[in-house]
């Protein structure tokens, strides 16, 4: 098992920046891939895939967020990090960390990004 915690949402305005953490529990460098996703107000039922990291350090991201959005991890510090630059108010939702084990998904309790116009 793992428990994430993520940090580092806000209130910004649009084309601000914000970096957003996802604390593990334990170790992450045998988690193969972690990531974020996203849940917007207007669609309380779909998590959107925002962006992914291998251990390897391949990344992947949904084509709304490329060129704006980089996803990193540090290992040594149990974390990964997204960047989040030129922000837009489509952006604004709860931001969700999670973590692909061979145990299955683990979801941290997400942090709210908004972005106003």
């Known amino acids: 098992q793992v428990q994430l915690v993520e940090s580092g949402g806000g209130l910004v305005q649009a084309g601000g920046s914000l970096r957003l953490s996802c604390a593990a529990s334990r170790g992450i460098s045998t988690i193969n891939t972690m990531g974020w996703y996203r849940q917007a107000p207007g669609n309380p039922r779909e998590r959107e895939f925002v962006a992914e990291i291998t251990t390897g350090g391949r990344s992947n991201y949904v084509d709304s967020v490329k060129g704006r959005f980089t996803i990193s991890r540090d290992n040594a510090k149990n974390t990964i990090f997204l960047q989040m630059n030129s922000l837009k108010p489509e952006d604004t939702a709860v931001y969700y960390c999670?973590?692909?084990?061979?145990?299955?998904?683990?979801w941290g309790q997400g942090t709210q990004v908004t972005v106003s116009s």
């Open positions: 999670t973590a692909l084990t061979a145990s299955g998904p683990y």
